[in-house]
């Protein structure tokens, strides 16, 4: 498993316009290190606790995108590094996102996690709870988080039509949202896309892919 050559490659079947987040949970340091010192500078974490380790640990100019479900009793603890943050829900996790960024005087990127998949597991808000929170007046006040897109995940199944159906949902809800010109937004960010099935992803209109096991090799979750 060679980190840098891995990264080459799917770094050369992206276009320019889409950004990767190298997805590294439960990876350690030494392979982190490896694609940083290829160029990597973008991260994905879905722990809170291990996504601040690593950042006390590594270079300061590598931006944190957490990716993961979001407690928001933990959101103080990544408040003053976190660069975007993918999992947003609900309007209670955005206002306790904008209250924290506050402290710290930032303005924290977000994005909002739609439920594309058909599987109950899957987290995210309808589009049209989505369309709620952005024309509600309490989104309107939450001047130090700017909701810059959308993430959706995919159905994990073969069947390549129904994952293409949910990335054009995704693409859809974005477009749909893009138009209500809300405050504190500035839509430009489509997550969606992992190891197995960004390339389709980014023909349903992706800008950034979140890319784990491709770059790092599968997770053991039993260590
Ligand atoms: C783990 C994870 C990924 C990366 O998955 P791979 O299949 O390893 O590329 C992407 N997005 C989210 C939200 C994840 O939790």
Redesign the pocket.
Same mark, same amino acid.
């Given at each position: 498993m060679n980190i840098a050559n891995n990264l080459n490659k799917i770094q050369s079947q992206l276009p320019e316009y889409v950004t990767l987040v190298a %997805?590294s949970?439960t990876k350690p340091i030494s392979d982190l290190m490896e694609a940083y010192d290829a160029g990597q500078r973008i991260f $994905?974490e879905?722990k809170i606790q291990e996504m601040v380790e690593k950042h006390e640990t590594m270079p300061k100019d590598i931006k944190w995108h957490m990716? $993961?479900h979001v407690q928001r009793n933990k959101v103080k603890h990544m408040a003053p590094f976190v660069s975007m943050i993918?999992g947003v829900e609900s309007l209670k996790l955005l206002e306790e996102i904008n209250k924290q960024a506050m402290k710290h005087h930032r303005v924290i990127d977000c994005l909002l996690q739609i439920k594309i998949a058909s599987e109950d597991s899957k987290f995210g808000m309808s589009p049209e709870e989505a369309t709620t929170l952005l024309q509600s007046k309490a989104c309107a006040e939450c001047n130090n988080v700017n909701i810059v897109g959308v993430m959706g /995940?995919a159905t994990f199944t073969n069947d390549k039509d129904q994952v293409k159906r949910e990335f054009d949902k995704l693409k859809t809800t974005f477009d749909h949202l893009k138009e209500l010109n809300s405050p504190n937004c500035q839509l430009h960010t489509v997550s969606m896309g /992992? @190891? $197995?099935d960004y390339k389709l992803a980014i023909a349903s209109g992706s800008t950034m892919v *979140? %890319? $784990? @096991? @491709?770059i790092f090799g599968s *997770?053991n979750y039993a260590q």
């Open positions: %997805v949970k $994905g879905n990716i $993961g993918h /995940m /992992m @190891s $197995g *979140r %890319v $784990g @096991s @491709s *997770r």
